[in-house]
């Protein structure tokens, strides 16, 4: 029955939504509609909650009238996602001097005194807004301590403590809407991710009072493991209490036990009854309301009341163990399991985590550019990591920013630290392909890679040697061994990714650059390998020194007798990637970086070299400088360097067609391999690029006497490219849009340094956000958009694909789905985030969306 406009009685067929009500009224309604003993409740909706806050109060008198006798009432807030919070529930409402007299008589003194005294602490707090120490009430409980609490009312406020119950009711409405109006509050919640103008709803319920005789008290119960998800029933009570006092630090020898247990009393053996029927209440809750809820009830002279449930706060791990488990119980859909793990939670399973309940004592923080945890001794130098992985001693690889010659370093350490850098410099990718946690940017520190240490910026020397640990999901440097939790990665994460593949419509691969790389490729169930950067193959002690050799070679000849050595190793990488993603496409990206990288930039190192290729240091130091570049990241790379010194894809062609012959000889399933050209803008850097590749095929061909296919691509990775891609796309089999250099080549952003200033930017609405950490949809998405379209036009079988770290991004994958591409590619570690995440998004165009309880 509706009592007046904006406030309803909640029955089972009030009109409650959730969108006008919250989650806490709707969710009260359902456990109603169950049959459960839920004391008399009221709800007011949105816009009787802020008219309350200008000052218009609904009609107190009528509101009270719906309670009849019931001498205590509560206030709770009911926003429609829970997670957004809201003011603190106001208990015993009612509470006057009389009233406080009756309740003597019928629960006796030390109960009526504890329940007054609350109430003058709760409204003198939250609605008189006075000083909570004021109100500590230390002395027994007797009529004097409620004498005491009121005198201090008075002096503070310059009135009596009110009596009347209506004006009690109408100042904790009026207090609670306008704490929900408040700036603090709405700042509060927009960072939960509410919408700036979220509404409060308010519930107004009888008191079960849980003060009395007999077991009269209040608990809470649930049914399953918070942590872990498991079926177990948990939770506590504590006699003479009241809401979810329980759930504090009470007095232990007021606690009982919900199931029988030999350390104590318990419900199950006094109230047998009550136990069975808070059991047949969670199984309702989870068969009808079809989810894990945790119920808060109250017992007044054993009688039992259901005050409210809400969803069991859980752990990533539980949450997906909990979904599963509700669809093999027949309970919820597979898809609707899948639509209640988020994408981004799959992180936290993937790698070990630092234990959020477990001390933590940060020396560093930076940019969270690759998640997980791992402790070991500081390093500095990649020789030092490698020597450590030697000696089986776990280590941190500590630099100022990472080059390719680390590589080796970064795959014998645990985790990486650098001080420099931002979410797609060369420390952040490589960290996240190897699946290795990682902070960059880590400004906040000082390196001093002479004295070997470093210093923190509250003075803090940490040395070589010293252990660390990385959160490289929080983006903290800590100092010691942190305390962790282990990944999760077993049946339920298996079968909830399964089903997200029977769901999602665009396909997902991995950038993978070694055998190992492809291996955990594998083991995510991508569906290839969408980027092989070949140039990390060359960083090997054996191949950079007949690297180095062809650089210093001065013809053609000599290049070609360098790279012959060279040539067998690299037959062998792509033989054991083609062996590993046996029937599954791999996409080979010819050498891309400009040659300086390949040499030594330091006088020993030159001095090194020089003696290894027996030629003079002014000769190594020529060259060192002749190949030097004022920006080398837009200078002689990727196919400019492949037209340019043709040899050096030639080999790689050759090592690409050899290995296609080998791996499908040795019993595999049959190679197609994918040789993609990098930093293309012209369509005849592709017909070069092309007719030499088709030459090679052509001399394996008849040397082999074996037919083999492949597929030609382009990497889109330059503005031009994308304008022109009608044109390319006249020559490739597919486009991959290398979203990273796109990205930075359209801003004019060097996606190394970005890091250092970035985060003022956002802050101060530049860029609504990193556009290296969030695809651009506006600015470089208009390019893969116009990119894909004209690409298309011109060849309509081209495949189109992203292979930047955005793929594993859901921003960027529902971007990419809407514009037609066929699959994104990934580091391995975010294959699972972009399976679930490309679930999701079929899903919900299909119109099946979150079907939960909101509470």
Known sequence: MVLNKGFVEITPTASIDVNRHGGRAKCLQRLIRLEMPVPTTVALDFATVHDISQGTLPDIGMMLASFGDAPLLSVRPSSEDPDWGGPSAILNIGMNDATYERLIGTHGEVAATALYLRFIRSYAIHVARLDPDEFEIKAPMDPAAIKRAQAIYEEETDEPFPQDTATQLSNVLRSMARAWEGTTARLLREARGAPADAGLGLVVQAMAIGFGRNMSGSGVIQFVNGQTGERQLRGRYLCQSQGRDALGDPDARAIMYLARDDRGRSIEDELPQVFEDLKRYGDLCRNRLREEMQIEFTLENERLYILDAVRVQRTSRANLHIAVQLAQDAIISENEAVMRVPPRSLTELLHSQVDPDGPRDAFASGIAASPGAATGKVVFSSRAAQASAAQDEPCILVRRETTPEDIRGMHAAEAVLTERGGITSHAAVIARGLGLPCVVGASNMKLDAKKREIVA????????????????????????????????????????????????????????????????????????????????????????????????????????????????????????????MSGLPVTIRLFDPPLHEFLPQGREGMRELADALDIPVSDVTRRVEALSEFNPMLGMRGVRLGITVPEIYDMQARAIFEATIEATDEGGAPVVPEIMIPLVSAKREVELVKARVDAVAAAVRIERGVDFTYRLGVMVETPRAALRASEIAQHAAFLSFGTNDLTQMTYGLSRDDAGRFMGRYVQQQVYPEDPFHMLDVEGVGELLQMGAERGRSANPDVTLAICGEHGGNPESIAFCRKAGFDYVSCSPFRVPVARLAAAHLAILDRGVGRARVTR
């Open 457 to 580: 910026a509250d003075g803090r020397v940490i040395r070589e040697g010293d252990i660390i640990t990385i959160d490289g999901s929080a983006g903290e440097a800590l100092i010691g061994t942190a305390r962790m939790l282990e990944p999760e990665l077993g049946d339920a994460f298996q079968t909830l990714l399964a089903w997200a593949d029977n769901a999602r419509d665009i396909g997902v691969r991995a950038n993978a650059d070694t055998p190992a790389d492809a291996a955990k490729a594998r083991m995510f169930e991508a569906e290839g390998i969408g980027l092989a950067r070949t140039e990390h193959m060359f960083f090997d002690h054996d191949r950079l020194l007949a690297m180095r050799e062809m650089i210093f070679a001065d013809t053609a000849e000599d290049r070609r007798t360098a790279l012959e050595r060279i040539e067998p190793m690299q037959r062998a990488d792509f033989r054991e990637l083609f062996k590993i």
